[in-house]
């Protein structure tokens, strides 16, 4: 048998909408505590997402309870009964959710940072992550995110990635800057590819070109890949971004192997990973029946789908996982890679690799729960069951898309997708009612946008809209209004319409943060990351 090392293909089982049961059902019992958790705080007249920091401020939130029910001439013995259960559930979570650096604040204020970026992609509004250490068990953050538009300098094209880390953000931090690189490498070496490299980046895989000549067989064979892009839509044929998505994450594992600026002597950092590729058409076209991954449907309706105007790759190697938001629905597009899972928890001991009892689904070799991630070379026993392998799924993006969110363990281990997806249209509903309401309260003159030019005196500053396009034009139609006050109102409503430019990064913004902080009330114990992207679905709202 040949000792050549063999670059492993993406894993692309079926796609049902049952393969999250195991997921679902080990945190069953975590969900039902976080429901109590949230109505305890309910009773005792508490903001859903402030838990009192101590026991003091918590006994006077019990006091003024009860002081309420008093009040109110409805006092029963069932209604106080009721408040103090309430106080010793929240009693109970004290201590050992919130660190005691907050002992001077009467709520404890999390350490969350939320960064929007600007993207120029026609199928993505607005981009947000939010991260938060969770300082009350992570001494350090060990999530690293990562948004490239332009991916590649092919217009159109942004790259995502989500790397949760594990002892130490070592290998999280150099996956974040080399593996999409090294992805880009591969699209870019077959015929009719639009993905370019840059002089920089060459010169950086150049160094690594001794270590990765085994894999240059296709040169020695002169075999020739098939056409990966297709010149009349300008998207990727997904069975090749897999094995490009596959390669890379080998080629990843193995950078990561040889230690570079590694401080730990025992055992090496390692991550789990979560990567999206998201292109748009060069036209719309018709969507064929069903959704493919590599053939196969995975479980989204399709009679609902309209033009297809792009697609979504996704690859992921352990428990950092991506939901799709489509007419209301979520669905997952990632496999998960932990013990809870039946197929690894028998592949790791067809390899001789050990899971302990200590946690429910046990842990690998007594550290981690994900059975699939990057790195770990520290640790032969690990890096034995713990396989750089990725699963990989791709699918046509139409206009029923809403949101995709992404997201490390530190959500997914406290809260399932339902409730995800549930809050964030929640969100975006609540700000369709509230521009209803504006909109009743606006008398203000109406205002289509055509293709003639604004006068100078009315031109918007490109650097104040964020685009290009200086002739920014305006068509007003106003009804009995004195012409002097023409200018007036059209500038009022210019500046209307920039604000609603922002409306989209506010409320992926909005998304995120909330998310996160649900899911440090819900008890969770690792970094949580979450990037939400809103898709062309979500205009709905914003536009009631």
Not at 146 to 163: H, P, R
Not at 290 to 306: K, R
Not at 374 to 397: A, E, N, R, T
């Amino acid at each position: 048998m040949s000792s050549k090392p063999s670059v492993p293909e993406s894993s692309t089982p079926v796609y049902q909408e049952t393969k999250t049961e195991s997921m679902e059902c080990e945190n069953e019992t975590g969900f039902l505590h976080q429901r109590l958790r949230e109505h305890a705080l309910s009773v005792l007249g508490c903001e859903p997402y402030k838990i009192p920091h101590d026991l003091e401020a918590l006994l006077l939130l019990r006091r003024k309870a009860i002081l309420q029910l008093l009040r109110s001439h409805t006092y029963t013995e069932n209604k106080v009964q009721k408040i103090n259960r309430s106080y010793e559930i929240i009693k109970s979570v004290l201590g050992r959710a919130f660190p005691p650096k907050h002992a001077d604040c009467q709520y404890y204020i999390a350490e969350h940072t939320v960064n929007t970026t600007k993207v120029s992609h026609p199928l993505i509004r607005a981009v947000s992550t939010c991260e938060e250490k969770n300082a009350a068990w992570k001494p350090q953050m060990e999530d690293v995110s990562v948004l490239i538009d332009q991916y590649g300098g092919k217009t159109g094209t942004c790259f995502i990635g989500l790397f949760d880390g594990f002892h130490g953000n070592f290998a999280a931090q150099v996956t974040s800057k080399e593996l999409p690189i090294l992805v880009l490498e591969q699209l870019s070496k077959y015929p009719s590819s639009t993905y370019s490299v840059t002089s920089e980046d060459l010169k950086m895989l150049a160094g690594f070109d001794t270590l990765f000549q085994e894999m240059c067989e296709d040169n020695n064979t002169g075999y020739a890949p098939p056409v990966l892009f297709s010149v009349e839509d300008n998207v990727c044929d997904p069975e090749r971004v897999h094995r490009a998505f596959a390669k890379a994450f080998w080629k990843m594992d193995r950078l990561l192997g040889l230690g570079r600026d590694e401080t730990s002597r025992i055992r090496w950092s390692g991550c789990t990973a979560l990567i999206c590729l998201i292109e748009s058409t060069a036209k719309a076209r018709k969507s064929e029946a069903g959704m493919a991954e590599n053939g196969n449907t995975i479980g989204i309706p399709t009679n609902q789908q309209g033009r297809v105007t792009g697609m979504i790759h996704i690859a992921n190697a352990g428990n950092t996982h991506a939901v799709l938001c489509k007419n209301g629905k979520g669905h997952h597009l990632t496999q998960d890679h932990s013990t809870s899972n039946h197929k690894e928890r028998c592949r790791i001991y067809q390899n001789g690799g050990k899971i302990s009892v200590h946690e429910p689904h046990g842990l690998v070799e007594g550290l981690t729960r994900a059975t699939r991630g990057l790195g770990h070379h520290g640790d032969p026993l690990l890096k034995k069951c713990v396989i750089p392998v990725p699963s990989s799924l791709s699918l046509p993006i139409d206009d029923s898309f809403q949101f995709l969110i992404l997201a490390s363990s530190g959500l997914w281990d406290v809260l399932n997708k339902d409730k995800v997806v549930t809050t964030a249209i929640e969100i975006l509903s609540s700000h369709s009612e509230l521009s209803q309401d504006r909109g009743s309260m606006s008398n203000q003159a109406s205002v289509h946008f055509s293709k003639t030019e604004l006068p100078n005196d009315l031109s918007i500053n490109s650097a104040e809209t964020g685009t290009e396009d200086n002739n920014f034009v305006l068509e007003v139609i106003q009804d009995s209004q004195p012409e002097e006050n023409t200018l007036t109102n059209v500038t009022a409503r210019v500046e209307e319409h920039l604000q609603m430019q922002n409306q989209y990064e506010i409320l992926a913004a909005n998304i995120s943060k909330t998310i996160v902080v649900m899911a440090m009330c819900a008890g969770s114990r690792e970094n949580i990351s979450v990037t939400v992207v809103l898709l062309p679905g979500c205009d709905s709202y914003l536009k009631k």
